[in-house]
């Protein structure tokens, strides 16, 4: 348990020392919170309960807040728009991201080749290239990728599944870009 004091001073230069404890810890991570229901919302990620559900596609969440970003989706609602080209976004971090392609700003810079990136998570994955760490493995064959995205891809090898088909004569594929250059066979680009 954690003991904080707090010092409140007056205008006669005395102060106060107040004393409260920390009674809502999470003893998986030793991490105390001051309210019971933060410690409640942290625990749910070691529960896994998900009390909140989207009414349409069922998908849960363990805060009210995500169910509420989420519905968005399904509403077209997109509160965050970008003052230079209009485009709008369903949360605010998106925007950010977005309004560096006008400006130029790269924050995130590679300790070792200086390369630099719009968002935290692109750097991440670069440094993959540096350390030659491929965190995402097949269950099945045991090939690895420095991205999750291609690790994906590549299970529908295994699987058989091409969720990316031709409106025009059905022809499937196992990625977008594949479909988008077969589309131009149909109109001669």
Request: proline share 3%.
């Amino acid at each position: 348990m954690q003991q904080f004091f707090h010092s409140t001073g007056s205008s006669n230069s005395t102060s106060t020392l107040t004393c409260w404890r920390m009674t809502n810890s999470c003893d998986i991570f030793n991490k105390s919170f001051t309210e019971q229901g933060s410690l409640k919302q942290h625990q749910r990620r070691h529960t896994g309960e998900r009390p909140y559900s989207c009414d349409i596609c069922n998908k849960s969440y363990t805060v009210q807040s995500s169910l509420n970003r989420h519905q968005r989706i399904h509403t077209g609602e997109r509160p965050y728009s970008c003052d230079i080209c209009n485009n709008s976004f369903i949360e605010r971090g998106h925007l950010i991201v977005h309004q560096r392609i006008h400006t130029g700003e790269r924050p995130f810079s590679c300790g070792i080749c200086n390369k630099s990136f719009t968002e935290q998570g692109t750097l991440k994955v670069h440094r993959h290239i540096h350390t030659g760490e491929r965190p995402y493995s097949c269950g099945i064959c045991n090939n690895s990728f420095i991205e999750r995205g291609h690790l994906i891809v590549h299970q529908r090898i295994h699987t058989g599944e091409r969720p990316y088909s031709c409106d025009i004569c059905k022809k499937s594929f196992t990625q977008r870009n594949n479909l988008k250059v077969h589309r131009s066979i149909h109109s001669g680009e």
